[in-house]
């Protein structure tokens, strides 16, 4: 059973397209996040969404834009896709989100390439 | 504020030892570590909590310095399934985000 899923995996795209990446998790969890991973590795937090409300919004352009429909849904949407848009998204979710003893767990992550 | 992580890359032969450290100019509450394979998602290890013990997860174990607020992963008798990258995230008191440090380059070699 995969924990927390994304879909597609890959998506290769021409600038200026529209795009979605969706996100799912079975654990029962109350707390999303997205997060971007550029070439360089770094692991950066764009939002995060408690029981569909939205908690953590980072400095991120007004081109992304998340939505949960519920708390074990959480989609990314993002408009007018730039070059420096391409990177390695990864899904997370947590039991609770403000516990200092929260884990995350990541799903697989999306490659998303701008052309 | 982001985490400094300690050496950037490390490069082992099968058996030897490793120390990655991870260190923050802020109060932290708890330090949590993650291993990440080439092309994988990142995948948790263990937590180290403020006034906590130390953590083990097979030959890897951790500690937490709170006067130095350092996190340490010690990897004892490498693995070569211990490559990866290992990345440290922190939590202040308000643990509301989980703050990433730029990772460490491990490399196993037979």
């Known amino acids: 059973d995969t924990a927390v899923s994304q879909t597609p995996k890959y998506l290769v795209t021409q600038m200026g397209n529209d795009k979605s990446i969706k996100c799912e998790q079975n654990?029962?969890?109350?707390?999303m996040y997205w997060y971007k991973q550029d070439s360089k590795k770094f692991l950066k937090i764009m939002f995060s969404y408690n029981n569909k409300e939205l908690i953590i919004n980072e400095t991120v352009p007004n081109r992304f834009s998340p939505k949960s429909p519920d708390k074990a849904h959480l989609n990314l949407h993002i408009n007018s896709l730039e070059l420096g848009d391409s990177a390695v998204y990864f899904c997370?979710?947590?039991?609770?989100?403000?516990?200092?003893?929260?884990?995350?767990?990541f799903g697989p992550g999306t490659r998303l390439t701008v052309l | 504020q982001q985490p400094v992580q300690s050496p950037q890359a490390v490069i082992l032969r099968e058996g030897e030892d490793a120390v990655i450290n991870c260190s923050s100019s802020k109060a932290l509450y708890s330090v949590h570590w993650y291993r990440q394979k080439h092309g994988e998602a990142p995948v948790f290890l263990m937590i180290l909590l403020k006034g906590g013990e130390q953590m083990r997860h097979e030959k890897i174990s951790a500690s937490f310095n709170e006067k130095k607020q350092q996190s340490s992963l010690y990897l004892t008798a490498s693995q070569l399934s211990y490559s990866g990258t290992y990345f440290c995230?922190?939590?202040?008191?308000?643990?509301?985000?989980?703050?990433f440090g730029e990772g460490t380059q491990l490399t196993v070699n037979p």
């Open positions: 654990l029962g969890h109350d707390t």
């Open positions: 997370a979710s947590s039991q609770y989100g403000t516990s200092a003893t929260d884990t995350q767990y």
């Open positions: 995230g922190t939590k202040d008191t308000s643990g509301s985000r989980l703050t």
